[in-house]
T-cell receptor, first 112, second 110 residues
């Protein structure tokens, strides 16, 4: 049973560019959340998607946007990249509300 | 004051030692408490999930929650070198947003 799958694993982008990260949730999971983890820090909640809608959002600017598809997979888009956006981006899925989250291995984004 | 405080360590112990990790929090609305283990360059892996106050045991791991003191702990018995990782506490209230501590880096020496 595949867990949460994220792609790509690593990415290098130039300041000002745009990036799209992808996530396939664990089988049977319909809720997807995205987190940003800076080096030496705990993950920070970006937003959560359920039934193709953004259900909750953390304290991140509008440059961060997302989408969930009918098959529950999700994308995270970041526009106008800043050096400070360099981090590990984690996708987590769960089988509905109130359950534990399964995390993927993340996409390491470096902005130069 | 941060919502969740966790000593980042690092913590170094000999193999077989009992390890105690802890977090404090300020938001009394938190009801669900989790401990995740994160190996280098990997995503967090859920170890323990508890609701409200009390203890929960799973093999060598014991999680404790004291809501009156806003304090949670994770104990690891008979620690092994394979336990070397960063341990993250996480918690949430009625919303689905997880709030994490900074993580404690643990090294178990053979």
């Amino acid at each position: 049973d595949a867990g949460v799958t994220q792609s790509p694993t690593h990415l290098i982008k130039t300041r000002g560019q745009q990036v799209t990260l992808r996530c396939s949730p664990k089988s049977g999971h319909d809720t997807v959340s995205w987190y940003q983890q800076a080096l030496g820090q705990g993950p920070q909640f970006i937003f959560q998607y359920y039934e193709e809608e953004e259900r909750q959002r953390g304290n991140f600017p509008d440059r961060f946007s997302g989408h969930q598809f009918p098959n529950y997979s999700s994308e995270l888009n970041v526009n106008a990249l800043l050096l400070g956006d360099s981090a590990l981006y984690l996708c987590a899925s769960s089988p509905g509300q109130g359950a534990g989250y399964t995390f993927g291995s993340g996409t390491r984004l470096t902005v130069v | 004051q941060k919502e969740v405080e966790q000593d980042p360590g690092p913590l170094s112990v000999p193999e077989g030692a009992i390890v105690s990790l802890n977090c404090t929090y300020s938001n009394s609305a938190f009801q669900y408490f989790m401990w995740y283990r994160q190996y280098s360059r990997k995503g967090p892996e859920l170890l323990m999930y508890t609701y409200s106050s009390g203890n929960k045991e799973d093999g060598r791991f014991t999680a404790q929650v004291d809501k009156s003191s806003k304090y949670i702990s994770l104990f690891i018995r008979d620690s092994q070198p394979s336990d070397s990782a960063t341990y993250l506490c996480a918690m949430r209230g009625g919303s689905e947003k997880l709030v994490f501590g900074k993580g404690t880096k643990l090294t178990v020496n053979p």
